[in-house]
């Protein structure tokens, strides 16, 4: 597994800020954010290339929060992102991704988006939202569809555990979806509310999700997307990954 970090615990600082956490952290691969107020830019891009300690280091991105918010023009923005990350030379580009008006338009805006992204050689993942956010994919049966009908070989899954944990789904998401697993977004939180709490100081067991998914071969990202304590928890992280003898 490859240990990642979001910049979610600080992306609503100054972009300054952002970059001396790229520097001051040790990790093979980080989750950047194309948000408000740090949405990606040319300039962007050099800052984080060049703040990141090695070139083996990879800078992955997640794209808007709420795409819908961009109405006709949502795809095009989502596109637009898919091309930053291309310069960035990105594993993967996650997104919450709309529902259309039926499955059928919602799978061919896929399929473009994730061929605009094969074209960079880089990955789409679908992330499973919360019930709360029931406009973007987040059932089961959602994901179940999407990869029963899709074709696009570059099209993945990125679970995010505290969102499944409050859906009650981890379990069915790992059993039924696996395969197209690429990247695990990890936090924690109560079951009730998306607190994205450091790990531990919820109720997620984490440890034995990780321990299943190291059974299983697993070899994707692990990427951590605490609001705070995301040194304390890439530690945690790490020990966990060293235990399973899979660093
Ligand atoms: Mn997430």
């Known amino acids: 597994m490859i240990p990642c970090v ?20 040790e990790v093979k691969a980080w989750e950047i954010i194309d948000e408000k ?13 060049k703040a990141v300690s090695s070139d083996l280091t990879l800078i992955n991105v997640h794209g808007p929060y709420n795409p819908l918010a961009f109405g ?18 990105s594993s993967y580009v996650v997104i919450h991704a709309p529902k259309c008006e039926d ?6 805006n896929l399929e473009n988006l994730s061929s605009i992204a094969s074209k960079f050689g880089i990955k789409l993942l679908v992330e499973n939202c919360t019930s709360n ?10 994901f179940i569809i999407l990869f029963d009908t899709t074709c696009a070989k570059n099209l993945g899954l990125c679970l995010d555990l505290g969102h499944a944990y409050i ?19 990890l936090h924690d939180n109560d079951g009730l509310r998306d607190l994205h709490m450091p790990l531990d100081s919820g109720k997620i067991p984490w440890r034995r999700i990780l321990e299943s998914l190291a059974k299983k071969g697993y070899e994707g990202f692990v990427t951590l997307e605490c609001k705070s304590s995301v040194e304390e928890s890439l530690n945690k992280l790490n020990e966990t990954l060293i235990r399973l003898n899979i660093l």
């Open 6 to 25: 979001s910049t979610l615990f600080v992306h609503e600082s100054p972009f300054s800020k952002i970059i001396e956490w790229l520097k001051r952290i």
């Open 37 to 49: 107020p740090n949405e990606l830019d040319i300039k962007k891009i050099e800052g984080y290339k």
């Open 72 to 89: 006709p023009f949502l795809f095009k923005r989502l596109e637009n992102t898919v091309s930053l990350a291309g310069l960035l030379r």
């Open 103 to 108: 499955f059928e338009t919602t799978l061919k």
């Open 133 to 142: 956010e029931s406009a973007y994919l987040n059932t089961l049966e959602d």
């Open 167 to 185: 859906e009650r789904n981890v379990d069915d998401f790992l059993s039924r979806l696996y395969e197209k697993l690429v990247n695990i977004h």
